[in-house]
């Protein structure tokens, strides 16, 4: 009776806001330097191997990046999004991650409409939940364009099989709350790669 009415007490915040959930999951199966993932949000696909992927969705016809480590704890991607209105946008990412903090600012230009916008994310995780917090700006008219909030918790069920649900919500820039978007990610982790 007793885990029956914490497992109620924790569903009450979600059934609260029912009325404006979406549900979007996504899976990922890797093996050493390469993955390939599949995002319900937008219908994203997207392969990886050394650092190298290649995307697509309803909005990307094709997206290539190139991700590597600069120095020690700082990470940098450079990638390149052909849109589905012929857009193309080229972007830049650079992550920072100590005792379990990171952040995350990053940079996109649309090259048709000369457009930037620029986005700063900070996230912290500890014993397996993770949580994060971005901001979104429109850098030409150098205002607010949005943020989001999100948190999950990893649940390792067994090596290489990891269950994360997920709660995402986003605000738009008069702070009003979007659609709050709950799923689950699967990842799934084959081993060390072959070729070594």
């Given amino acids: 009776m007793k885990k029956t009415l914490v497992a109620l007490l924790c569903m009450a915040p979600l059934s609260a806001m029912a009325f404006t959930t979406d549900w979007s999951h996504d899976l990922t199966v890797g093996t050493g330097d390469t993955s390939v993932s ?7 696909f997207s392969a990886s191997h050394n650092g190298l992927g290649i995307s697509t969705s309803d909005t990307v016809d094709i997206g290539i990046s190139y991700s590597t480590t600069l120095l020690g704890a700082l990470d940098a991607t450079v990638g390149l999004d052909h849109q589905a209105d012929n857009d193309n946008v080229i972007g830049l990412e650079t992550s920072f ?68 649900p997920n709660l995402t919500i986003p605000y738009d820039s008069d702070w009003n709350r979007g659609t709050v978007v709950a799923g689950i990610s699967l990842n799934i982790s084959l081993g060390s790669s072959s070729s070594e």
């Fill in 38 to 44: 599949f995002d319900q949000s937008g219908n994203e």
């Fill in 97 to 164: 991650g100590q005792w379990g903090a990171t952040i995350t600012p990053s940079l996109d230009w649309n090259v048709n409409d000369t457009d930037f916008d620029s986005t700063v994310k900070v996230g912290y995780g500890i014993l397996g939940l993770d949580s994060y917090y971005s901001v979104d700006f429109d850098v030409d008219e150098t205002e607010f364009s949005g943020s989001e909030a999100g948190v999950g918790y990893s649940w390792k069920l067994s090596d290489g099989f990891t269950l994360t």
